[in-house]
């Protein structure tokens, strides 16, 4: 992403349709995994840390069934302490299996 961003930054600054906010998450990401945020003895730059980073951060989104979203007004400690145990469950399951094996890998 940030390789995309250094490459259209002059397009990109041009245009004035971008928002404040919009304009800081390009530069943020235009200096992500560069020098400009410091490194490690061998030359792997940094992440910026930024939530519109695809280096950095996994979005993952658990929902619950729509039959069970009635039963969260009478017991929603039981059933939200079930619901991120088995969301735990299967990230833990997801980090000990190689990527080629997900379902939604190409």
């Not at 945020?37 to 030359?43: F, I, V």
């Not at 695809?54 to 017991?75: D, G, Q, W």
Request: some cysteine; proline content about 6%.
């Amino acid at each position: 992403m940030g390789d995309i961003v250094r490459v259209f930054d002059d397009a990109l600054g041009e245009t004035s349709a971008l928002m404040s906010a919009q304009h800081e998450v390009l530069v943020t990401l235009a200096r992500c995994r560069t020098a400009a945020l410091g490194g490690h003895a061998t030359p792997v730059y940094n992440s910026c840390r930024n939530r519109h980073c695809p280096k950095r951060y996994f979005h993952v989104v658990f929902t619950l069934p729509e039959a069970l979203r009635a039963i969260v007004r009478y017991n929603r400690t039981a059933l939200f302490a079930m619901l991120f145990r088995a969301a735990s469950q299967t990230l833990l399951a997801l980090a000990h299996c190689p990527p080629s094996r997900w379902c939604c890998t190409p």
